[in-house]
């Protein structure tokens, strides 16, 4: 799989993050990606999903699916 170019990328945070870095990042900006990343660590490596992969994980979290 080639490596895919996050130049472009207009990363953000949730709102509801504090300020202890214990954060992820999200780029929704970038034509048929989304990207997320450890916000720690920025030059870190990104997950890359489709947007109906990230609807679909965002959906189960939103009805409680990864709840431990």
Same mark, same amino acid.
Request: with cysteine; net charge negative; charged share 20%.
């Given at each position: 799989? !080639?490596? =895919? !170019?996050?130049? %472009?990328?207009?990363?953000? #945070? @949730?709102?509801?993050?504090?300020? &202890? %870095? $214990?954060?992820?990042? =999200?780029?929704?900006? *970038? /034509? %048929? +990606?989304?990207?997320?990343?450890? @916000? #720690?660590? /920025?030059?870190? /490596?990104? *997950? +890359?999903?489709? /947007?109906?992969?990230?609807?679909?994980?965002?959906? %189960?979290? &939103? $009805?409680?699916?990864? &709840?431990?």
């Amino acid at each position: 799989m !080639d490596p =895919v !170019d996050l130049r %472009g990328a207009e990363w953000r #945070k @949730s709102s509801a993050s504090g300020d &202890n %870095g $214990q954060c992820v990042e =999200v780029a929704t900006n *970038l /034509p %048929g +990606i989304i990207a997320v990343r450890d @916000s #720690k660590n /920025p030059q870190g /490596p990104a *997950l +890359i999903f489709t /947007p109906a992969e990230w609807q679909a994980f965002l959906h %189960g979290a &939103n $009805q409680g699916e990864f &709840n431990i």
